[in-house]
């Protein structure tokens, strides 16, 4: 047998937890290894597996500790519960607040003591262990989730990737790269899952009726108007015969859904007071919210969808993207178990004695599970889970969000209604799809990029046509002098963020086209005839981006932005806006491009977007998770002159093939092009596109 020859690679023992990550070579030497003392990173050790098994082995106290360490901890917390359970009766509102306040500060103490420290791995983690790696540096992620062509995270590792192999043509370049610019990005989740450990409580401890009050005007100015799918006299009614009483298991669902309405008021009033001491009574809300949902999950009925829904909306919030996709799955199931999907089910009640108002009730459930899965598979690029076909539902009505007797009979009016904008919406969740469909789908490599344009054009008359029949009330671009409904500028604010984010994703496939697909020279070829439609995309793409940048110049501080904002998505869109302005300012806006004739205005945009995420990271992961990921595009671009070379030769490629002409200057606002416009025009030019074409951001 031969042997083969050659330099054998010297290894080690074992590596460092963050050479590891990273998938780096590390010299093994300890305590810090010269790869994380180079770069400045905390250098952790593994424990080895021999190790391991001789403690395993070996029985001492600290393993017997550690072994039982989640019953013990159970033990001692349901001890103080079932102790304060017995005095409980006798005490007042507030003093039975405060005992629950101190059961929970010696559960978080527990929590926090070193012998008592949770195995890796363990499901029960601290409540503020997501606040406690705030200030880690960006490391790779700990699972990895899929993310398609159209979420903002692909988008973002694709220009990523473009400029890392820009670098790699130089050598010095290579010695001077941070090893964090390595690794693509699957998500900006907040890795910190909530625990749910706790017994349940038959007589939980709500707050006051006017601290209760405060949180339900949040959400119900916030969230409720653009998913009216609670009713708010019915939350207040539940709330004042469970108050003080004890909860029997038909009340779970409700008491699960008002505590997840604390946990999203708590957490909106946590903005601009950093660091204040109820800052993580949100989580605390969140955590009774799994304790009461927990004992009836299993369970088909339209309050407990409802719950989930309730749970997807903080879990957004938190900017726990993956857990809301999956909680918003078990909703959709749960409502197809229920018949929310067809009006008249086999199981539902003859239509002569359904209530009008549970009918209302469950329409706007379903469309409520329709327009967030739409939104969840924009911002994730995955696909749907409610087909159009595959329902039969009439719109709900115009009836206010309590639907009394006397807005279902003005529901006929022409006076604005709040649910206006919750109608226009499932208008463009319909068409999200067809974008979604026609442009992002997994098999379009194998579509012809001429079709794409056909589309393209189609779709971007679609959505214009979708903005300009919106009523009086919801025109985003139209002023609205002395209004005195702060709702109806909200949903304008949602609207405006929606609109501007999809444009610029129909148009996004074709930004920077021969900087991304510099090695592709058929495509380059296949260009030839069709420059003034790919420029008029990109021109386009490039003026939404900066529309949804300038939504933001008159905030005035975070709570505003989270307040008159969809919270919900304003970090995906942000992240997609600000990546098509560093693409714009880095490689479209050359000078001699017909561009913008100042660049330095796009990177301005942009740096608008990351000073919105460096104001929220304080208190919110995800936020600081953007901010890294944008930093360290512009870390890349700042990298050794030489590398620019190439960035400019593939602009001169564009511009050689394109044609362009770089004395026209394009306007500073949002590109609706002329009334005859159309990239489908010429259909003999578009059969001559390339099928071998094919990109990662298309």
Not at 584 to 590: E, G, L, M, Y
């Amino acid at each position: 047998m031969t042997t083969r020859t050659g330099l054998k690679r010297q290894r080690v023992a074992a590596a460092c937890a963050k050479c590891r990550s990273l998938k780096a070579r590390c010299d093994g030497v300890r305590p810090v290894c010269g790869r994380c003392s180079g770069y400045g990173y905390n250098c952790s050790w593994p424990e080895n597996s021999s190790s391991r098994d001789f403690r395993q082995s070996t029985p001492t106290t600290s393993s017997w500790l550690r072994k039982d360490t989640i019953q013990y901890r159970r033990h001692v917390i349901q001890s103080f519960r079932e102790l304060a359970a017995t005095i409980q009766p006798v005490l007042t509102d507030v003093e039975r607040t405060s005992v629950e306040s101190s059961i929970n500060c010696i559960e978080n103490h527990i929590s926090d003591s070193n012998i008592f420290t949770e195995p890796q791995g363990s499901p029960e983690r601290d409540l503020n262990a997501g606040y406690d790696k705030l200030n880690a540096p960006l490391t790779r992620n700990a699972s990895y989730t899929y993310v398609g062509k159209a979420s903002d995270i692909h988008f973002f590792n694709a220009v990523k990737e473009s400029l890392q192999e820009e670098i790699e043509f130089s050598d010095e370049c290579a010695t001077e790269k941070s090893p964090e610019t390595d690794f693509a990005i699957s998500n900006y989740n907040q890795h910190s899952p909530v625990s749910v450990a706790g017994p349940f409580d038959t007589q939980p401890a709500f707050p006051e009726p006017d601290v209760v009050i405060k949180y339900l005007d949040i959400y119900f100015s916030t969230i409720h108007i653009a998913y009216p799918f609670l009713s708010r006299e019915y939350l207040e009614s539940k709330y004042r015969a469970l108050r003080g009483n004890s909860i029997v298991a038909e009340d779970c669902s409700s008491v699960a859904i008002l505590y997840l309405i604390f946990a999203i008021g708590s957490y909106y009033l946590s903005y601009p007071r950093f660091g204040s001491s109820a800052s993580q009574q949100h989580l605390i809300y969140f955590e009774k919210a799994m304790i009461f949902s927990a004992q009836v999950k299993s369970q088909c009925t339209l309050e407990n969808v409802q719950m989930l829904l309730s749970e997807c909306f903080f879990l957004l919030a938190i900017c726990q993207t993956d857990r809301c996709w999956n909680t918003l799955g078990m909703a959709i199931r749960m409502g197809q178990s229920i018949g929310l999907h067809v009006e008249n089910a086999p199981s539902s009640k003859p239509s002569s004695k359904v209530n009008p108002f549970e009918v209302e009730i469950r329409r706007r459930t379903w469309y409520s599970l329709f327009v967030l899965d739409r939104l969840l598979a924009l911002q994730l690029g995955r696909p749907f889970a409610i087909q159009e076909t595959d329902f039969a539902v009439p719109l709900p009505s115009r009836a206010s969000s309590d639907w009394s007797v006397e807005d279902e009979l003005s529901s006929q009016t022409a006076e604005p209604s709040v649910i206006d904008y919750f109608l226009r919406v499932i208008e463009f969740s319909k068409l999200l799809g067809k974008v979604i469909r026609e442009l992002y789908v997994p098999t379009q490599e194998e579509s012809s990029l001429g079709s794409m344009l056909a589309s393209t054009s189609a779709l971007d008359q679609e959505l214009l046509a979708w903005k300009f029949d919106l009523p009086r009330h919801l025109r985003f671009d139209l002023g609205h002098t002395f209004e005195k409904d702060i709702r109806f500028k909200r949903q304008r604010n949602m609207l405006a963020i929606k609109f501007h984010n999809l444009r610029s994703m129909v148009h996004r496939p074709y930004l920077g086209l021969p900087w991304f697909q510099a090695k592709n020279t058929a495509l380059m070829e296949s260009i030839r005839g069709l420059e003034a439609m790919v420029e008029e995309s990109e021109r386009i793409c490039v003026s939404e981006a900066r529309a949804t940048a300038h939504l933001l110049h008159s905030i005035e501080d975070e709570q505003a932005l989270v307040h008159d904002f969809p919270w919900w998505q304003m970090i995906s869109c942000l992240i997609c806006a600000s990546s098509i302005l560093f693409v714009a300012s880095t490689v479209v806006c050359k000078p001699q491009r017909r561009m913008d004739p100042d660049p330095s205005t796009y990177a301005d945009d942009a740096n608008t977007c990351i000073k919105v995420f460096e104001a929220l990271s304080a208190r919110s992961d995800a936020a600081r998770h953007a901010t890294k990921m944008m930093q360290s595009l512009t870390e890349l671009r700042s990298l050794p002159e030489n590398s620019n070379e190439r960035r400019y030769s593939a602009a001169s490629i564009n511009q050689t093939l394109l044609g362009v002409d770089s004395t026209v200057a394009q306007p500073d606002v949002p590109f609706e092009g002329p009334p005859d416009w159309n990239l489908a025009m010429d259909l003999v030019a578009l059969t001559h596109w390339s099928n071998e074409a094919s990109d990662s951001v298309l």
